[in-house]
């Protein structure tokens, strides 16, 4: 996610303003900036790369001043990583500057409008369309013009905003994308995390959903969307300024965890248009994905597992063959790869090392490729034929979850828009994409159904071993499972397809041997519920990921996790909630590193 800050107060702004981005450099970004309005005017200052730069530029602030500010460390989506690209953005009348947190899903329209009207743009972003609203709708008062605007606004946003006619002010409004207001003596603030803040200030006024606040020196006043005020009462933070960067969370897993159906949501929203799946980045035709022989999906870890969980769909709904390859092997395998042949390759830096050489050995064989990626500019991205971002913001923890949930929720989205142009889904295509709208609460739901996860770490958390099975997706989810519970708890984990126990796996289950049977597929469950009587009756001790209300399976299980019941197909990305929260929780209980584990980086760039 970005991070913003405001100020305005009876101190020079833009050291305060930098100090304030500092402290959200942890959320990651690939460039920042700050505007400072000095009486009538507004001066911007824009760097790509780190914030350091950017004091350089300012000499930390001492070379920009002014009472009264807003500033911005961008995580690029929309557009490349460029000074141009960066926040705060200016009104063409240079009136107005604005700094945003989130997505504008109808921006491609709103720029068309604007542009028709006069209105010059200076960037690829979504976020300029928002000053030449404003500028557009601002006939003297700055609620008027900041209302007006948002209610133009389809998506999620988190805006700052000054104003050269309202000069010691700052305005800030909320939409699904958090911003916090930070209240002091003859000074006040807002940010999107309370850490950018508690420097400062330690009360707190938490902003809603469709909820302004128009700050100056000496009041922060809140109004809705009609323009009266509310009144809200601040909160004292007690937190420690290395909590507070952490949301409250005790580790950034936890809070990326909780983060899941935030981060799915902005993944889904852009590309769901008319009630239909649509991908702008792509421009395949009927003739071409009829040409297409097979799907390769090719990655490493957890992208690999997100790619094991997708396959499933797109051979579902799209009838082409899927095989999926981990880069590593792809790469010196010699691979049966021709221009017939679409290979999707994941990765959430974009930067792993057998990832990009598994994709250029495809793209030399003929291949068309696609790229899901999280980082715009980032080497795969560049290398693919099309790329699709996740948006998922950045992960601190080493250990992904929410970059997981959203690959596979990508290559959900890809099944229902390649069927769709196949004509195979044509009377079920708006069912399909409304299983896709609901996994955010269904995400929120498994998060919500799982209070027990904590109590369950400190049952198994002494475990030698745990085993993983399952059958089908459940099987896709189980490899995921166990990764996630042997690289944050460092216990020793596998997983195992469920039909295949017979087959020698069998021979390691003991009395009082810890089994964790997925079970969320109602086509196969009679059979997975056989496989968990047979680790049963050799003295296993079974934790069931199941359905809430599954009758069949309480006689059977010693302990359950849920998931709200969801269509097989879809379902991977739910099921993967509990087992990371368990994860988590056994890792805490065995006092590990949990967000750097020993031995681990985020990005491999080397083989």
């Not at 700094?99 to 209105?119: C, K, P, S, W």
């Not at 309202?166 to 699904?176: L, S, T, V």
């Not at 291949?367 to 790329?387: F, H, Q, R």
């Not at 990764?483 to 195992?496: D, G, P, T």
Request: proline share 3%; with cysteine; glycine share 8%.
């Amino acid at each position: 996610m970005c991070g913003i800050v405001g100020f305005t107060g009876k101190h020079n702004a833009a050291p305060i303003l930098l100090e304030g981005l500092k402290k959200l450099e942890y959320r990651g970004y690939d460039s920042a900036g700050i505007a400072v309005m000095n009486g009538s005017e507004i001066s911007v200052d824009k760097v790509t790369g780190r914030i350091s730069n950017l004091c350089e530029k300012t000499r930390d602030g001492g070379a920009v001043p002014g009472l009264c500010g807003i500033g911005h460390t961008r995580w690029a989506t929309h557009g490349a990583p460029t000074e141009e690209n960066a926040h705060p953005h200016l009104s063409n009348d240079g009136r107005f500057a604005v700094v945003h947190n989130g997505i504008i899903e109808n921006y491609l329209a709103l720029r068309e409008e604007l542009t028709e009207a006069g209105y010059r743009f200076e960037s690829e972003t979504d976020t300029e369309v928002i000053v030449h609203l404003i500028e557009m709708y601002y006939k003297g008062s700055m609620r008027e013009a900041l209302i007006n605007t948002a209610n133009r606004l389809h998506g999620s946003y988190a805006l700052g905003v000054i104003c050269s006619e309202d000069p010691g002010k700052i305005y800030a409004a909320r939409e699904a994308s958090p911003l916090i207001l930070g209240v002091g003596p003859e000074e006040n603030f807002f940010a999107s995390d309370v850490t950018a803040l508690v420097n400062n200030t330690r009360n707190m006024i938490y902003l809603e959903d469709g909820e302004f606040a128009e700050l100056s020196p000496d009041a922060a006043r809140v109004f809705d969307v009609t323009g009266q005020d509310i009144r809200k009462s601040p909160v004292r933070i007690t937190w420690d300024v290395q909590a507070a960067e952490k949301g409250g969370y005790d580790h950034f897993m936890l809070k990326e965890i909780m983060e899941q159906p935030g981060a799915v949501k902005a993944t889904i929203a852009p590309r769901i248009k008319d009630g239909r799946v649509f991908f702008e980045e792509l421009s395949f035709s009927r003739p071409d994905l009829q040409n297409i022989r097979k799907i390769i999906i090719t990655a490493c870890g957890s992208a690999y597992h997100a790619g094991c969980a997708g396959r499933y769909a797109l051979e579902k709904l799209c009838r082409i063959p899927v095989e999926i390859e981990l880069a590593s092997e792809l790469r010196y395998s010699d691979p049966l790869i021709d221009e017939h042949t679409l290979v999707i390759v994941i990765s959430q830096s974009g930067e792993t090392a057998d990832t990009i050489a598994a994709l250029k050995e495809c793209r030399e064989r003929g291949a068309k490729t696609i790229a899901i990626v999280n980082v715009v500019g980032s080497t795969i991205a560049s290398l693919a034929d099309s790329t699709i971002y996740t948006w998922a913001g950045p992960e601190i923890a080493v250990a992904t979850t929410k970059g997981y949930t959203t690959q596979i929720t990508i290559l959900y989205m890809l099944a229902v828009y390649f069927s769709s142009i196949l004509g195979y889904i044509a009377g079920a295509e708006v069912a399909y994409t409304d299983e896709i709208q609901q996994l955010p609460s269904r995400i929120q739901q498994a998060i919500d159904l799982n209070p027990s996860a904590e109590a369950l770490a400190k049952k198994y958390h002494r475990s030698k071993a745990l085993f993983f099975i399952g059958r089908n997706t459940d099987y896709a989810v189980a490899l995921e499972g166990a990764l996630k519970m042997k690289e944050i708890s460092y216990v020793h984990s596998e997983a195992y397809a469920a039909g295949e126990l017979k087959h020698g796996t069998i021979a390691l289950i003991e009395e009082k041997q810890p089994v964790i049977a997925l079970c969320c597929n109602h086509a196969i469950m009679e059979k997975t519920l056989s496989n968990i009587v047979e680790v049963k009756s050799r003295g296993a001790k079974v934790l069931a990921l199941t359905f809430r209300n599954n009758q069949k399976i309480l006689s059977v299980a010693d302990d359950l996790l849920f998931i709200p019941d969801v269509d097989a197909v879809f379902s991977a990305a739910i099921e993967i909630v509990p087992l990371q929260l368990l994860a988590y929780y056994v890792a805490r209980e065995n006092g590990c590193d949990i967000d750097k584990p020993k031995n681990l980086a985020k990005s491999v760039t080397v083989e």
